[in-house]
């Protein structure tokens, strides 16, 4: 069973301070994506990545994807209230749609 | 809105009880699916229906079927329900981009 770890599990920081979360698998992947949940909602597509060392920003957030395409990694700067949530990884190996998730980390950004 | 719809939106059961979650799609997607999220498990994929006409096992499927109705509908069935599935359901479909996700189903089995 492939496994996609995500740390740290939880993470509060106050507005304004820059934040790194994790994810990584010892499986390579053809695919891996990012999702930001919020309370009662499904998961929203963030960004996906294809190439390994690939390197992607949106506004505030960076995702990067490891060169062996194990892992990959999501930065916040200046994180702001509107940021809080559930953000997942997931990554497919087949090519696929098939989507393996991470567990997931819960970032909550206090005003 | 374009989207996935799930209904219903919360559902209690009696252990041994029978019930069909329903999905839908506008997108014109060929891939739906169905994951269930528990915490500290995140989501976790019970089937998945590549095309229309076909469908397949996730991770967890024991205890659920499927039914993909035709392009656009993709139904997720508990024939007797069991207390380890309460949870919270999601569907959802995709084409090239990713994953575009139903608001959920929070079921309960008491």
């Known amino acids: 069973t492939q496994l996609l770890e995500q740390s740290p599990q939880f993470l509060s920081i106050q507005e304004g301070e820059n934040l790194t979360v994790y994810c990584n698998s010892s499986s390579v992947f053809s695919s891996l994506q990012w999702y930001r949940q919020e309370p009662g909602e499904g998961p929203v597509l963030l960004v996906t990545v294809v190439t390994g060392g690939e390197v992607k920003k949106l506004k505030r957030l960076t995702f990067q994807f490891g060169d062996a395409r194990k892992d990959s990694s999501l930065h916040i700067t200046a994180a702001q209230p509107g940021d809080t949530g559930l953000y997942l990884c997931a990554g497919t190996t087949s090519g696929t749609y098939k989507y393996i998730f991470g567990t997931g980390t819960r970032l909550k950004v206090l005003a | 809105n374009a989207g996935v719809t799930q209904t219903p939106k919360f559902q209690v059961l009696k252990t041994g009880q029978s019930m069909t979650l329903q999905c839908a799609q506008d997108?014109?997607?060929?891939?739906m699916y169905w994951y269930r999220q528990d915490p500290g498990m995140g989501l976790r994929l019970i089937y998945y229906s590549a095309s229309e006409g076909t469908t397949d096992k996730g991770e967890v499927p024991n205890g659920y079927n499927v039914s993909r109705l035709n392009k656009r509908e993709f139904s997720l069935r508990l024939e007797s329900a069991a207390p380890s599935q309460t949870s919270v359901y999601f569907c959802?479909?995709?084409?090239?981009?990713?994953?575009?996700f139903g608001s959920g189903t929070r079921l309960t089995v008491v």
């Open positions: 997108m014109n997607h060929n891939s």
């Open positions: 959802a479909s995709s084409e090239f981009r990713g994953y575009t």
